[in-house]
């Protein structure tokens, strides 16, 4: 992004509606448009094409061994990863094409600055939410996060020796030997 900044397109400072420091979408308009057009539209257009052919693919091969063999029970392993792949790509996508869409839609600085703020947070959500597709779509990492918070609430507990003040405050009485 700061790339062409240094060649002295654009500029860079702190931008009053999205409150961060990022390129100056405004000096240059249309390098605002090529750098929304080229890092989130074209990227997202590539890999939903390709996971469009990946998924056509894996359908066709398991249509292929179905028919071939008759077995009911094939392992759907890679199907599972592929979903997965799928739903963290979508939820990404979701995330940053309304921000990519901000940034040329705006090019006269008119949108208010809850908005610019709401979708430039939004689009930083999306690593937020990707530990709950794995935990809804992988069972190791569904099993891993239950065994990580039962040592995490046991340690807790023992910190703490599981004793509740009537404010509800934790309170606990150490014994230290001399």
């Known amino acids: 992004m700061?790339?062409?900044?240094?060649?002295?397109?654009?500029?860079?400072?702190?931008?009053?509606?999205?409150?961060?420091?990022?390129?100056?979408?405004?000096?240059?308009?249309?390098?605002t448009v090529v750098l929304s057009v080229c890092l989130v539209w074209v990227p997202l257009i590539v890999v939903?094409?390709?996971y469009l052919r990946l998924f056509y693919y894996v359908r066709n091969k398991r249509k292929q061994i179905v028919s071939r063999e008759n077995v009911p029970?094939?392992?759907n392993r890679s199907l599972r990863l592929a979903k997965t792949i799928f739903i963290a790509y979508a939820i990404f996508s979701t995330c940053w094409m309304p921000f990519a869409t901000l940034?040329?839609?705006d090019s006269d600085d008119t949108f208010p600055h809850e908005v610019h703020l709401f979708i430039t947070v939004f689009a930083h959500l999306h690593p937020s939410i990707n530990w709950l597709i794995y935990y809804n779509?992988?069972?190791n990492f569904k099993a891993g996060f239950h065994k990580?918070?039962?040592?995490?609430?046991r340690r807790y507990k023992a910190q703490h020796n599981?004793?509740?003040s009537q404010s509800g405050t934790t309170s606990t009485t150490r014994v230290t030997r001399y």
């Open 2 to 31: 700061v790339l062409l900044n240094n060649a002295g397109i654009g500029g860079h400072g702190f931008d009053d509606k999205s409150l961060e420091c990022i390129w100056d979408r405004m000096a240059t308009y249309s390098y």
């Open 48 to 50: 939903g094409m390709s």
């Open 73 to 75: 029970n094939i392992d």
């Open 103 to 105: 940034l040329v839609a």
């Open 137 to 139: 779509t992988n069972g």
């Open 148 to 153: 990580i918070f039962r040592i995490c609430s």
């Open 162 to 164: 599981g004793q509740v």
